[in-house]
């Protein structure tokens, strides 16, 4: 296990809550809890921390399981702090151990994982068939080149054979950290594609649409965290070089320097194009400096992460100077085809080339969340997927979430029903399909698809609220009693609920 201060504790003021991490017969804990005025405990809370995630440089993560889900635990570890604080996304929100792990985050946080497909965070026993980040990341699959050489020797398909990103063209070998190093503002994957197609010397383009929302002027690109490919992109360094300098012209992913190897380490790099002369600051001032003649130090230096706390991340836009203006292009990315969006990873020739609407549709909707200016292109491209694609699961589910928030609660529920027995099998769609029926009045439909969709997605507090409320409405007062037992039981950190609990009549008393 990492070192890493132990026990822990941190105390929330903002949520009123109370964190442990300890260990206990050789195993890690953490603990969420809350307390009377007078110290006595209202709940608590308590798993059993089964992997960590993270480098250390900025710190590690921790996840728990339970029935066969991953969850991101509420405290995280931090190097700079040397302790440990709320998790990203836990500074603000009570979301105890129910956030789920889902198969993007692993991709990039694991070797090689066992998700069930059409879950939300559900993976097989062993959860993990590689924990941590291997040769294949880089290299592609090894037991899919032996079986493909076994067969046919060196005419096998070049898909099929061990890739050295170092004899790949820069994009080919870009793609292959993009995949992780690259976040942009919508990461979809591309019509029936999973995780594991992506595939080292292959197209990321034929998988995965990187998007980000075009920067302004006023609002220039402000972000380090995973965010290199595209500031790499905007230094001059990497324009100057009509392309060619690529992730891994200063980076070797098997070698890792120290902090203090860090600044020889790259300064040799960066003399490869520059010379000593190219630097304007006298040689007797750099040499005068700790670390001595540090190129990186100066024109790459680290910047803290905004989403998450005690962190921070290179800045890879190799700024000549603290105050060097974003270069034109910056503001002249989008295309006539997207005017929109910015494609970040698009395969070469196909520049001009929109992602496929299946793919728009799903990153306008991510983008349209916080984004209000995207909610037009959302319902626009919905329309044309409407008409093209009609007998698709997820256009059916979003022409169906359309019109339940129109309060069209009919035609809702028929493109709902329609969606479900397209499938595959969407806990969202049956979520919305129990609401549609129940502004419908049709109440044991609707209570049939909220169960439904809770099947496919056991820990999605939202649902399980609603069915509780739908049980008494319906006036089920003891299975309602129940449903609300198993609710606190799984999200104890819910005062509400759980004062709702104390207030219910006992089940022999009803």
């Known amino acids: 296990m990492p070192k890493m201060m132990l026990p822990g504790h941190f ?230 070089s009509g392309g060619r300098l690529s992730c891994i012209t200063c980076h070797d992913p098997h070698v890792q320097p120290s902090e203090e190897e860090a600044p020889a380490v790259y300064a040799k790099k960066c003399l490869t194009c520059h010379t000593s002369q190219s630097c304007k600051l006298p040689l007797r001032t750099r040499m005068q400096q700790h670390p001595a003649n540090n190129c990186i130090g100066c024109h790459m230096p680290k910047r803290d992460i905004q989403v998450i706390s005690h962190s921070s991340a290179t800045n890879h836009r190799i700024l000549a100077t603290p105050d060097e203006p974003f270069p034109d292009v910056t503001f002249r990315q989008t295309t006539a085809a997207l005017p929109d969006l910015i494609d970040l990873d698009p395969a070469p020739g196909k520049q001009d080339t929109p992602p496929p609407l299946l793919t728009l549709l799903q990153a306008y909707g991510e983008l349209a969340d916080n984004r209000p200016e995207y909610v037009a292109a959302y319902l626009r491209v919905l329309d044309q997927l409407e008409k093209a694609q009609p007998d698709n699961a997820l256009v059916q589910g979003a022409v169906g979430r359309r019109e339940l928030k129109n309060g069209n609660y009919g035609a809702a529920a028929e493109h709902l029903q329609r969606a479900v027995q397209l499938g595959p099998d969407r806990a969202t769609s049956w979520a919305d399909l129990a609401e549609a029926l129940a502004k419908l009045g049709r109440s044991d439909e609707a209570l049939a698809a909220l169960d439904r969709s809770i099947a496919l997605d056991p820990f999605n507090p939202f649902t399980q609220r609603t069915r509780v409320v739908q049980l008494i409405e319906l006036r089920q007062y003891e299975k309602a009693r129940t449903a609300l037992e198993d609710y606190v039981r799984t999200f104890p950190q819910d005062g509400y609920m759980r004062e709702m609990l104390a207030r219910a009549p006992a089940k022999n008393a009803q």
């Not at 635990?73 to 990203?88: I, T, V």
């Not at 294949?136 to 899919?144: Q, R």
């Not at 992506?198 to 383009?205: E, I, K, R, S």
């Open 11 to 240: 105390t929330s003021d903002r949520l009123n809550r109370q964190f442990e991490v300890f260990q206990r017969d050789g195993k890690l804990y953490q603990s969420e809890y809350d307390l009377t005025p007078d110290a006595a405990e209202i709940f608590r809370d308590t798993r059993q921390i089964e992997w960590l995630i993270g480098a250390g440089i900025n710190g590690y993560g921790a996840i728990v399981r339970q029935n066969g889900y991953l969850f991101q635990a509420p405290l995280s570890y931090y190097s700079k702090l040397g302790s440990w604080a709320p998790s990203p996304g836990y500074e603000t929100l009570d979301l105890g151990f129910s956030r789920p792990i889902l198969p993007g985050c692993l991709f990039c946080h694991s070797g090689r994982f066992t998700p069930v497909a059409g879950t939300n965070g559900q993976y097989a026993d062993p959860p993990f068939a590689e924990m941590s980040i291997g040769c294949e990341s880089c290299h592609g699959p090894g037991a899919d080149h032996v079986r493909a050489m076994s067969r046919a020797g060196a005419a096998a398909p070049r898909s099929m054979h061990i890739v050295n990103p170092a004899r790949l063209s820069p994009y080919l070998a870009d793609n292959i950290c993009m995949a992780c190093h690259q976040t942009g503002d919508a990461r979809v994957l591309k019509p029936g594609r999973t995780w594991s197609d992506v595939v080292p010397g292959q197209p990321l383009d034929d998988t995965l649409a990187i998007l980000m929302v075009p920067p302004t002027p006023a609002s220039p690109p402000d972000s380090v965290h995973v965010e290199h490919y595209y500031s790499m992109i905007l230094s001059r360094c990497y324009r100057a």
